[in-house]
């Protein structure tokens, strides 16, 4: 990006864009007509998907390097963004990481607990959050146009509440009124009890990968409510074919990406904010999983 500035009706920042869902995510953004970025670790792997959507789809994206374990790359991501377009209508936090191993799905390799723990939460919650921060600004620039800004989480089924073992846990991380400073220490009071090998006897289930979704859930409810004019949702996209399962889940990609194109695309007049939405589109009270 750079150069120019280019004039579109709405502008979209899909995080972990170059393969799938956030591929997906991106293509039916882009033939929604929405101006697209794709963001990515690495470019060239950016550039190649932007060269399949140009060839295979006829459609046009822009390219960000974006890792959300640089906040350098956020700050720069957004600034390129905000020299080409001057605003941002939607962002996508699809980006994740996940430890599958010692065994699930063929792999053999195995990270220690610990080092899961401390990167998971780092990268999935502390720098989805991260990054969300920066682009408030240009989402607030949205709202000033009357553009119905949006931000779409994706969440899992693995981040539902029921996962935390300890009353006083769920009780937190739900908490209607819940700020999100409070949330983030919540999140490193899990990484704190895993480095000490009592996070189990504190009522935090053995998943990294889900608490941190369940950090990212509460996290929508607790921005909804803190930026009123922005449409804050986390959805679902089910157990869907893709690298981090060796592409041994149930669904295509693209119907893990239904939802959040149809979330983009809810009429100003209609907002919903706040909530966690399935596969299906169906909202779901989370507080019941």
Known sequence: ?????????????????????????????????????LGCRDTGLGDAAARDLRTNYGLEVAVARLDLAEPASWAACVASIEASFGRLDLLVNNAAVCFNDP??????????????????IETNFFGTLGLTRACLPLLRLSAKDAASPRIVNLASAAGRLSIVKS????????????????????????????????????????????????????????????????MVNAVDPGFCKTDQNAH????????????????????????????????????VDWLAT
């Open 167 to 230: 009353p006083e846990l769920r009780a937190a991380v739900s908490d209607e009124n819940l700020e999100i400073s409070a949330l983030e220490d919540l999140m490193r009071s899990f990484v704190a009890a895993v480095e000490a090998g009592t996070h189990e006897a504190a009522g935090w289930p053995n998943t990294c990968y889900g608490v941190s979704k369940v950090g990212i859930i509460a996290m929508t409810r607790a921005l909804a409510r803190a930026e009123p004019d922005v």
């Open 103 to 120: 065994t699930l799905f063929g792999r053999v390799a195995h990270t220690p607990f610990v080092r899961q723990a401390r990167l998971t």
């Open 1 to 37: 990006m750079g150069g120019e500035r280019y004039f579109a009706t709405r502008v979209a920042l899909v995080t972990g864009a170059n393969k799938g869902i956030g591929f997906e995510i991106a293509k039916g953004l882009a033939k929604a007509r929405f101006t697209v970025v």
């Open 248 to 283: 041994r889940g149930r669904d295509p990609a693209s119907l893990g990406a239904a939802t959040t194109i149809h979330l983009a695309g809810i009429p100003f007049c209609e907002p919903v904010s706040g909530k966690f939405f399935a596969q299906d589109k169906r909202e």
